[in-house]
């Protein structure tokens, strides 16, 4: 029996900002019977609820464990300092906010990494939670602290922290976990939580980071990563799942009851992606494409609709419009709703998968919704470098159709520090911007068309053909922001239409080296943390001077700095510390990528030009996933009343 501390807690809520945000309660979450279950997990986000709540595969995960009868799974976020102050004066600890209950009560804390800049909030969570900071420390009474998402694809920094990390898609690894922490309890726990670790890390599923030794060289690149005892594998591969359509998840989402970053519902339409964005990380990592049929989304978002009472369903992905029904997807579900004020959104549009009757069967029944372009690179030259095949023709025409058709405003995405990148390149956004205003008002006759462009600093990732390269230091980012600040005002004619956002160089610096680093990195989080570093991704609590001075103390000795791990161009012979997780992207092929970047060579698209052998499907054992499922246009209408049913629903079996 593990005890709710709201009691204790409740009084403490009256003095912090937003309470709201650690009372659960909100429509469709789960609180289940705690001696029930034989296997008890948190879900935690760290960062604040109003980021976490909306997170997709945070709401997936806590339906999937909770769909099985001995499974409870609770949710938690990460705590603002103010409560954080208030835990720690009155001797409380971290808990769930959907049964109030300490983490330390449950078996596995499993930690869902969207970005770097959430890693002193994870430290926060652990340390007020009553679990020993590192994991060497923890001991039988501790729960397993695993970790999974994005930024799990390089958790070296981290290394110390965890006790296990998942790669790649967590449905099926959160329920394959599930089962050996059950076994191995219901069999009395042999040989204590080592054990099972090692079973774990012998299974090839999942990577156990104590299990690895790293060595370094004098010149402070790492010689060598060794699995330290007989049995633990010297790579360990993603997860893969494939048929979405088997995996309808979130069922029904749970609606925040604070206000968060996206206030509606939302439903992913494919995962993986093969345009082959070499900046992209996510693109790399998720290969490879595999699309949700559209009967299937169909039926998910009708449910989510019906189970949540929002209004808007965003239609994710990481490029929705090349979706191979897009067109049939948004036509269907507007005449499903028609007049009934429901509108559809996608993320973000590519340039070049943009049509007009696409954007205008999107918003037919709601609110019409901002356009947000990515060019990402300001020059042609720049987004040949990147891989983001779009031509100056392509956005004007584009824009144009979108001014032509109503559309007052867009949004233009872009990023600084691209390599190879000159000043020349930065400016030519002012100028590409001056043009999309120019073709505006030519084709609407209107002087109100305007255009916002947004910048921020690039940050060289993990997987990708960009992490050899050189990051962009933070003085010379702004610098360059600066000079395009002052081009895009220059022009009197067209400085009012042009809106101008952008994000300093600085947390950058510090998402690089979180980026990219190794275990060394790890110690000057603990002490950022330590210093009082906390909510590092928001703007306000970030304190870049804290960063620096903790990386120069720490490593005044050594042959590393921020620099080193940020700013420093890698050799093709450099171990990188990510070397032995394996994302199914032949090392080879990722080099050669890196290099046709260099010299502004392009590469196309799995999905409609043969296989650029990147190696995924060959090691992974998985394969592209495209078209349309089922054929017939009856069949594809969605059945009212009838519910997406899970894997076990099908089969009858559990759940
Ligand atoms: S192996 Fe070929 S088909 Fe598969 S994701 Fe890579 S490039 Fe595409």
Known sequence: MSDSIFTELEPLLAEVNRPVQYVGGEVNAITKDWDSATVRWVLLYPDAYEVGAP????QILYEVLNERPDVLAERAYAIWPDLEALLRSNGLPAFTIDGHRPLRSFDVIGVSLATELGYTNLLTSIDVAGLPLHSRDRTDADPLLVVGGHAAFNPEPIADFVDAVVLGDGEEAVLSLTEFLRDWKQQGAPGGRKELLRRLAASGQFYVPSFYDVRYADDGAIESVVP?????????????????????????????????????????????CTRGCRFCQAGMITRPVRERSASTVAEMVDHSLAKTGYREVGLLSLSSADHSEIGKLAEGLAD???????????????????NIDLANELSRNG?????????????????????????????????????GSGWRAVKLYFMCGLPTETDDDVLQIAELARRVIEAGREISGRRDIRCTVSIGGFVPKPQTPFQWAGQLGHEETDRRLRLLGEALRADRNYARAIGFRYHD?????????????????????????????????WSEHFDFDLWRSCAEDLWEDQPISLSWFTTRERTRDEILPWQHLDAGLDADWL???????????????????????CGVCDVMDTMIQIGPRPQSAAEWAPPTGVGARSPAERSGADG
């Open 336 to 354: 499903r709703y028609e007049g009934t004020m429901t509108s559809l959104s996608l993320p973000s549009t590519r340039v070049d998968a943009f």
């Open 505 to 537: 160089g600085r947390p950058g610096m510090v998402e690089g080296l979180l980026a990219r680093g190794d275990r060394r990195v790890g110690a000057v989080i603990e002490e950022v943390w330590r210093r009082g570093g906390r909510f590092d991704g």
């Open 228 to 272: 330290n005892r007989p049995g633990v594998p010297w790579t360990i591969a993603k997860h893969t799942l494939m048929d979405l359509d088997e995996w309808p998840y979130p069922k029904a989402p749970v609606v925040p009851v604070a206000e968060t970053v996206h206030e509606r519902a939302s439903t992913e339409i494919f995962r993986g």
């Open 367 to 403: 609110r019409r919704s901002g356009l947000t372009f990515a060019p990402e690179g300001g020059s042609e030259r720049l987004r040949k470098v990147i891989n983001k095949t779009v031509t100056e023709e392509d956005l004007i025409r584009t824009v144009s159709a979108a001014y």
């Open 55 to 58: 997170n997709q595969g945070l």
């Open 591 to 613: 080099w050669q990528d890196w290099q046709d970047a260099l010299a502004e060579d392009e590469v196309g698209d799995c999905r409609w030009t043969p296989c650029s052998a």
